[in-house]
């Protein structure tokens, strides 16, 4: 079975950058898509991003032009680049694998913004 693990949450202040990961394990082949989701206090999980098996890319509104979402085949593994991070960006952050026959999430990670 397939297992995801986030790293790179923590504390930054507004302005500022983190970059997280997500490597999978366990065995998964054929089309998938990848992405991020964050749920912050008092809301419903929402979309952050998404990448397709064949590279293509969805963002919510509210980070278009400051996250950037990628994948590594080779290491298994999707990675969050946030930028001009905001303190509405403050959020347990999950990994999401998803085909035809499953859809994994990970653990979270807390991703906070403020000063």
């Known amino acids: 079975q397939v297992q995801l693990v986030e790293s790179g949450g923590g504390l930054v202040q507004p302005g500022g950058s983190l970059r997280l990961s997500c490597a999978a394990s366990?065995?998964?082949?054929?089309?998938?898509?990848m992405g991020w989701y964050r749920q912050a206090p008092g809301k419903q999980r929402e979309l952050v991003a998404t990448?397709?098996?064949?590279?293509?890319?969805n963002y919510a509104d509210s980070v278009k032009g400051r996250f950037t979402i990628s994948r590594d085949n080779a290491k298994r593994t999707v990675y969050l680049q946030m930028n001009s991070l905001k303190p509405e960006d403050t959020a347990v952050y999950y990994c999401?694998?998803?085909?035809?026959?499953?859809?994994?999430w990970g653990q979270g990670t807390l991703v906070t913004v403020s000063s």
């Open positions: 999401n694998l998803e085909n035809t026959y499953v859809e994994v």
């Open positions: 366990g065995s998964i082949f054929g089309i998938y898509t």
């Open positions: 990448t397709s098996n064949g590279g293509r890319t």
